[in-house]
């Protein structure tokens, strides 16, 4: 690479789903010299490459846990009617769901960045990572160079983090990984969503009051469905296995899933489960890609076929890319275990909160488990989960931070991997500061500075 090919910054982030996103812009908003790259053509990740919908959770019982810049951005988005806002989960699953515009998302996230004066490069793939690991206090990253339509680039900075989703930083720069369940490797299914529009919501809603035992965990809660101006559905389990039983799906679904999105009328199918595929194996990632898309067919048709209210819907798209639920995690300096998410452990380096259930789609099949804390009840997520010994100046945030499978399952979701995204940028302001390692940043520092852009964070009780 000749010296032209190779830009200093003062912080660069790999990746720009929901959680590099948010770091990019705390970062920036704090005064750092920001870099962030994707492989993709816009921000937001799976919210908007992979057709997920909606955002949830923010809250914890009544109380809005996850604020800061991802209540920002839904604020911003409902200012210009690309979002309803915060509506009741009319699943009876959790407490609220945050439907949205994925184009209006995209939009809103780019607003964000550049606000913050955050430099933008996409379709760039991360090629290598410079490692020096003569330091005292662990290795550093010199660099990194991304493959661009015009050849490598490289990128040099004081401080990296790694919001891609698969620890991709992380694990080039040496930082050990886990994969999957810890006895056989296994991550959850993968799901190609797919987007159906002319749906038929009244007579949906019709259905669902006149068919409660269909529906078991909203449980006959219509003032739930009553107040949900977007609808949430889980249930019509006869007419599922009637399906199931009659082989019009290849694949194990215990419930229908799906959500109404910003626009009325129109739902996101979260229902088909690609099992055994690997995320960070290429050729299986491909795979997965190819069976997602023939579920999503099977899914159109029994939709059509079979469920009140879709006889005339038409679908909007599948995907466009699969969505994964769990990958690499590293290897960090503290593993959240499920057990101190129940137990509400109370740490000095907290950074975040988050009250959505624990959610395990079965890895081997149909079924799913579920887990809920007491009503109300909040967990806290600290610092060194984001930070591995091995590299001092980098910090993983998002879904492959440093998580048993179990805790791993309620702490990924897009809400709370914003919340952590936000923090990781607020860290690499504060350490930038005093020239520290991320684990010698200054928590309360760190803490002020999360208030200061609107985060909630309760010291005294999680």
């Not at 296994?186 to 006149?210: C, G, N, S, W």
Request: hydrophobic share 40%; net charge negative.
């Amino acid at each position: 690479m000749n010296d032209s090919d190779s830009f200093a910054y003062d912080l660069v982030v790999a990746g720009l789903g929901i959680a590099g996103s948010m770091a990019a812009v705390a970062a920036g908003r704090l005064g750092l010299k920001v870099l962030a790259f994707d492989y993709g053509a816009f921000p937001g990740g799976v919210l908007t490459s992979s057709g997920t919908g909606p955002m949830m959770t923010f809250h914890a019982g009544d109380l809005q846990v996850i604020r800061g810049l991802t209540g920002e951005l839904v604020d911003r988005m409902v200012s210009k009617g690309w979002s309803p806002g915060h509506q009741p989960d009319s699943t009876g699953f959790t407490y609220t769901v945050t439907p949205f515009d994925h184009e209006g998302m995209k939009r809103e996230l780019e607003l964000m960045l550049d606000e913050a004066g955050v430099r933008i490069l996409y379709h760039a793939m991360l090629d290598d990572v410079e490692v020096d690991e003569t330091g005292v206090e662990g290795g550093k990253i010199r660099g990194v160079s991304v493959m661009t339509k015009s050849g490598k680039l490289r990128f040099a900075a004081p401080y990296f983090i790694d919001a891609t989703g698969d620890a991709e930083l992380a694990y080039r720069a040496g930082v050990p990984c886990e994969f999957g369940r810890p006895e056989d490797g296994f991550a959850q299914p993968m799901t190609m969503k797919l987007r159906l529009h002319d749906v038929d919501i009244a007579e949906v809603r019709r259905y669902m009051r006149e068919n409660p035992g269909e529906f078991p965990l909203l449980k006959g809660r219509n003032e739930i469905l009553d107040a949900a101006q977007r609808l949430s559905c889980l249930g019509f389990t006869s007419i599922l296995r009637d399906a199931m039983e009659a082989g019009e799906l290849s694949f194990g679904r215990e419930t229908v899933l799906f959500f109404e999105t910003n626009t009325p009328g129109e739902v996101i199918v979260n229902m088909s489960r690609i099992l055994g595929k690997r995320s960070v194996d290429p050729w299986s990632l491909s795979d997965a890609e190819t069976e997602g898309r023939v579920q999503a067919w099977e899914l159109y048709e029994f939709f059509k076929k079979r469920v009140p209210g879709f006889s005339r819907a038409k679908m909007g798209f599948s995907g466009p890319c699969v969505g994964v639920r769990s990958s690499r995690q590293i290897v960090g300096m503290h593993k959240i275990t499920v057990d101190e998410l129940f137990a509400r452990t109370r740490f000095p380096d907290l950074i975040s909160h988050c009250g959505y259930p624990v959610d395990i789609h079965n890895p081997d099949g149909s079924g799913t488990e579920h887990r809920h804390f007491a009503h109300g009840a909040y967990y806290n997520v600290p610092l060194r989960s984001m930070l591995a010994r091995e590299i001092s100046n980098l910090a993983t945030t998002g879904r492959c931070i440093c998580a048993d499978f179990a805790a791993q399952a309620s702490l990924r979701l897009s809400p709370h991997a914003g919340a952590l995204g936000h923090a990781a940028g607020v860290a690499a302001a504060v350490a930038s500061r005093s020239g520290t390692a991320f684990a010698d940043a200054d928590c309360a520092e760190i803490r002020r500075a999360l208030r200061d852009q609107g985060a909630f964070l309760n010291e005294s009780n999680g």
